[in-house]
């Protein structure tokens, strides 16, 4: 069975830190894309980052270029999100999630995990 | 950056009922490169429809989806009532990005 589970979401201070992580089991990690997607509260989704399977590219909406990065630790079968100089309107759940196919760098999402709150306020 | 618009915004549908949800692209989407998702209160989306007309794994048959272009639809043949969520369109012939969202309630 695909899981992925998340942790690492909390309340924060404007300009502060969080690092997000997402643990999968039941599919071999290192072949799929990975991505996170966020949803603030009330709202739709919004697509946040996307890694290549090895690591070696890495993909950004606008909004959070130069402020998070996405990596991976294939060998843990884990998934991260380290954000810094978090604003207001980082506000939201945010989910990890497979690319549905092992090639394609833009894709859906097939599985996705349960979400983790993180909360930017003062 | 492709803009998506779903409409309507909601979708005031009985039991039993067709239900129609559009998603128009701001740009042709490259090889049809378009998803549908279901999301209900409390929980993640739930991939229906991949490639614009391909079911995932799990996805009754009542969904379906079609399209090409710029101009998206997804079509629920008879709604139960497992099927009143919000439902987002997401393309990723260029990038990714999503719509956003319509409701279908009763």
Redesign the interface.
Same mark, same amino acid.
């Given at each position: 069975e695909v899981q992925l589970v998340e942790s690492g979401g909390g309340l924060v201070q404007p300009g502060g830190s969080l690092r997000l992580s997402c643990e999968v089991s039941g599919f071999t990690f290192r072949n799929y894309w990975m991505?996170w &997607?966020r949803q603030a509260p009330g709202k739709?989704?919004?697509?946040v980052a996307?890694i290549k399977y090895d690591g070696s590219g890495k993909?950004y909406v606008d909004s959070v270029e130069g402020r998070f990065t996405i990596s991976r630790d294939n060998a843990k079968n884990s998934l991260y999100l380290q954000m810094n100089s978090l604003r207001g309107e980082d506000t939201a759940v945010y989910?990890c999630a497979r690319g549905?196919s092992d090639f394609?760098r +833009?894709? &859906?999402?097939?599985f +996705?995990?349960?979400?983790t709150m993180v909360t930017v306020s003062s | 950056e492709v803009v998506l618009t779903q409409s309507p915004g909601t979708l005031s549908l009985s039991p039993g009922e067709r239900a129609t949800l559009y998603c128009r692209a701001s740009q042709t989407i490259s090889s049809s490169y378009l998803g549908w998702y279901q999301q209900k209160p409390g929980q993640a989306p739930r991939l229906l429809i991949y490639r614009a007309s391909n079911r995932a794994a799990g996805t009754p048959d009542r969904f379906s989806g079609s399209g090409s272009g710029t101009d998206f639809t997804l079509t629920i043949s008879r709604l139960e009532a497992e099927d009143f969520a919000v439902y987002y369109c997401q393309q990723y012939g260029n990038s990714l990005s999503f719509g956003g969202g319509t409701k279908v309630g009763i």
């Open positions: 991505g &997607v739709g989704l919004e697509w996307t993909y989910y549905r394609l +833009w894709d &859906v999402f097939d +996705w995990g349960q979400g | -």
